[in-house]
């Protein structure tokens, strides 16, 4: 088991930045694929970034790309997600996910390839 702890959302400024964090429990952290996914309100959750358990690998939707960074520290068991240049389209509630214990250094893009989830944190973009 993966537990998934995000901080870090709030209300910001359109053209503002944040950071969240989600910090990870229960299993051994560099072998873990890590995700960023969010929802909207009305709107499917959808894909924002991935990483790969190294955290050389890296993969963004388009519509972030260029804007957001990824970044996983397998020092503080901790994945990262920098967001400049906010925009009112990129407000949701923004969720961690993990893979369990994976082979390669590969990203993943699916729900279903993420076997556990954080509770979510809202991210607020005034314009």
């Known amino acids: 088991q993966v537990q998934l702890v995000e901080s870090g959302g709030g209300l910001v400024q359109a053209g503002g930045s944040l950071r969240l964090s989600c910090a990870a429990s229960g299993s051994t952290f560099s072998m873990l694929a890590m995700g960023w996914f969010r929802q909207a309100p009305g709107k499917e959750r959808e894909f924002v970034t991935s990483?790969?358990?190294?955290?050389?690998?890296?993969s963004y939707a388009d519509s972030v790309n260029g804007r957001f960074t990824i970044s996983k520290d397998n020092t503080k068991n901790t994945v990262y997600l920098q967001m400049n240049s906010l925009k009112p389209e990129d407000a949701a509630v923004y969720y961690c996910a993990s893979t369990g214990p994976v082979g390669s250094n590969s990203y993943y893009t699916k729900q279903y390839e993420y076997s556990f989830w954080g509770q979510g944190t809202q991210v607020t973009v005034s314009s």
């Open positions: 990483i790969g358990r190294s955290g050389s690998s890296t």
